[in-house]
């Protein structure tokens, strides 16, 4: 079983791919898209999933996608147009790295795939490059709630706590306008849901050849989680602007 095939069994009662729940998200857009009739870009959008909600809420607002993922991007097109939302959204099959617009946006989102650009702060400067005037970047990831393990690192990647990812953020010319630092139940309703979600398919399909490896996964994921970072790992979404002396 492919990363892609895990990864949809595992959100499937959890599409947004990281820990917010369904309140959390709607204010973050709405803190991140005033007007209603604003262009957004999601570099990693993979199934659309904060596309497909700002596009059903704003019937003002044009949506713009890029994922490498040609599966996801598919899943988000079907989506969009059984929603009647397909006229308004224009999905790339490309990396997101190096995606490129002849039209600046209002608002550039990339929540949970930092990876992709290699941290969070690459993944500002690029989504500078496609920022309109006056526009806002909704950017969101880890940080560490205390001094983590060994292990902890070794499963997640480095971040620092969240003083300090803040204060590099303002260092690169951002200025902080919302934030929002998820919960214990929107970090563990996370963690049960992708996890509950493989372990659950594994056992309704028994016969199925990946079955045996998508249990194992979800296991080992599970385990991670509750003996490895559960007690470290924190996320930050924000809502930013550039700073007024940084507006070049």
């Not at 999905?91 to 795939?113: K, M, N």
């Not at 526009?135 to 969101?140: A, N, Q």
Request: charged letters at 25%; hydrophobic letters at 40%.
């Amino acid at each position: 079983m492919n990363r892609e095939q895990l990864s949809a069994i595992a959100h499937a009662h959890h599409p947004i791919k990281a820990p917010l729940d369904d309140e959390s998200v709607r204010l973050l857009l709405d803190k991140s898209l005033p007007r209603g009739d604003e262009r957004m870009l999601d570099l990693g959008c993979g199934t659309g999933e904060w596309l497909l909600r700002a596009l059903a809420t704003r019937p003002g607002v044009h949506a713009e996608g890029v994922d490498v993922s040609a599966e996801a991007l598919a899943q988000a097109g079907e989506a969009a147009s059984s929603r009647g939302l397909r006229e308004r959204l224009v999905l790339h099959d490309q990396d997101a790295a190096e995606f490129a617009s002849p039209e600046p946006f209002d608002l550039v989102l990339s929540v949970g795939a930092a990876h992709a650009f290699g941290g969070l702060l690459p993944t500002l400067a690029a989504a500078r490059k496609h920022l309109a005037p006056g526009g806002r970047v909704l950017v969101g990831d880890g940080f560490w709630e205390c001094t983590p393990t060994p292990e902890a690192i070794e499963i997640l990647g480095d971040f620092d706590d969240l003083a300090t990812t803040v204060d590099r953020v303002a260092a690169e010319g951002w200025t902080p306008v919302h934030g929002h630092v998820s919960t214990r139940q929107e970090l563990d309703a996370y963690e049960w849901a992708c996890w509950g979600d493989l372990a659950g398919w594994a056992l309704d399909h028994p016969d199925d050849p990946d079955a045996a490896e998508a249990l194992a996964t979800a296991d080992t994921r599970r385990a991670e989680w509750l003996h490895g970072y559960r007690d470290t790992f924190g996320f930050v979404t924000l809502v930013l602007r550039r700073s007024a002396h940084d507006r070049t």
